[in-house]
T-cell receptor, first 110, second 114 residues
Framework: EDQVTQSPEALRLQEGESSSLNCSYT??????LFWYRQDPGKGPEFLFT???AGEEKEKERLKATLTKKESFLHITAPKPEDSATYLC???????????FGTGTRLQVFP | ETGVTQTPRHLVMGMTNKKSLKCEQH?????MYWYKQSAKKPLELMFV???????ENNSVPSRFSPECPNSSHLFLHLHTLQPEDSALYLC?????????????FGSGTRLTVV
């Protein structure tokens, strides 16, 4: 069964304190792995798609990496506006369905 | 207007009421989805429509009834709901065909059943 597990459930950081969020997955042939950001009361907003092990994508203070079993979302020198829930999802071959994890709720304090 | 638009943003309904959620996408996508998001749970896929045809019903109770009149509009008709149905209901759309596509989500409808 395709499955996504995210850790930690919640993360509190001081502004400027870098850290990483983890997304472990099992899937019957990976078509793509997605990272989304969700602010309270809003829908998820697309951040990255990763396709194969070894791939990396960057956007401002965020960098996503992918191995055959997990993905990391690295946050470098975070700011309070990076506070949000970060969701990971996988898409298996021969399907358009996205299977989501429960997310990591990130809080960055000034 | 661009993206995926959901209305209403908030809805409070009694267990005997009938209401509908609306979703509209302006992206030219051919697939549309309903997801349910409850606290501390992963997003749960409810229904999938491809080119207006329902291709997936994820064992959703019959008190939820989807309708997709065309590729740009998706409705979720609600009747005789239970308090545990209170959640954020998200609509999403994606292109179809070759390639890897993520979803574009709407802002959701926060549903409270009293």
């Amino acid at each position: 069964e395709d499955q996504v597990t995210q850790s930690p459930e919640a993360l509190r950081l001081q502004e400027g304190e870098s850290s990483s969020l983890n997304c472990s997955y099992t899937v019957s042939g990976l078509r793509g792995l997605f990272w989304y950001r969700q602010d309270p009361g809003k829908g998820p907003e697309f951040l990255f798609t990763l396709y194969s092990a070894g791939e990396e994508k960057e956007k401002e203070r965020l960098k996503a990496t992918l191995t055959k079993k997990e993905s990391f979302l690295h946050i470098t020198a975070p700011k309070p506006e990076d506070s949000a829930t970060y969701l990971c999802a996988v898409q298996a071959r021969n399907t358009d369905k996205l299977i989501f994890g429960t997310g990591t709720r990130l809080q960055v304090f000034p | 207007e661009t993206g995926v638009t959901q209305t209403p943003r908030h809805l409070v309904m009694g267990m005997t009421n009938k209401k509908s959620l609306k979703c509209e996408q302006h992206l030219g996508h051919n697939a549309m989805y309903w997801y349910k998001q409850s606290a501390k749970k992963p997003l749960e896929l409810m229904f999938v429509y491809n080119f207006k045809e329902q291709t997936e019903n994820n064992s959703v109770p019959s008190r939820f009834s989807p309708e997709c009149p065309n590729s740009s509009h998706l409705f979720l008709h609600l009747h005789t709901l239970q308090p545990e149905d209170s959640a954020l209901y998200l609509c999403a759309s994606s292109p179809q065909g070759e390639g890897v596509y993520g979803y574009t989500f709407g802002s959701g409808t926060r549903l409270t059943v009293v």
